[in-house]
């Protein structure tokens, strides 16, 4: 019980050692909001404590946040949410359970994209997420933002 148990507080350490390196970047290289700076700092100062714990529940919920704060930021980015909707068109086509509607939607999003209506092709990338089967869903780890 005792090596199983280290393996996995390995694992879950490794993935937050990740989860933080993209974090990083992205505080870098998009636009957080003061919001956003300050979950950072909040997070920045609970790691060694999160860390030190050696608990794979409270790293995992740790990581978990820093992922949240992650895809908040990148959401508000136009090209993200761009890249997005193409990987999602391109890398999901013939997946959708109503292929005739996730074309409509499809067709919606390129004008949106034409019109830079970020808020449009938010909203159209929840209902074609909500167009792919469970297991797909699951696969991208897309839950929805509630961001529309």
Known sequence: DEL????????VKNEYFEAKRQLEFVMENYEPAGEDLDVHEKIKGQEKAVLATNSSLKIQEFTDQINRLNFRIRWRSSEYIKNFFMSLVYGRFGEFTQPQQAQDLMQKGYQAIEQ???????????????LLPPAQR?????????IG
């Open 4 to 11: 199983t148990r280290d393996k996995y507080i390995i694992k």
């Open 116 to 130: 830079k209506n970020d808020p449009q092709l938010r909203v159209i990338i929840n209902q074609l997420i909500d």
């Open 138 to 146: 699951n696969q991208i780890g897309f839950g929805g933002t509630g």
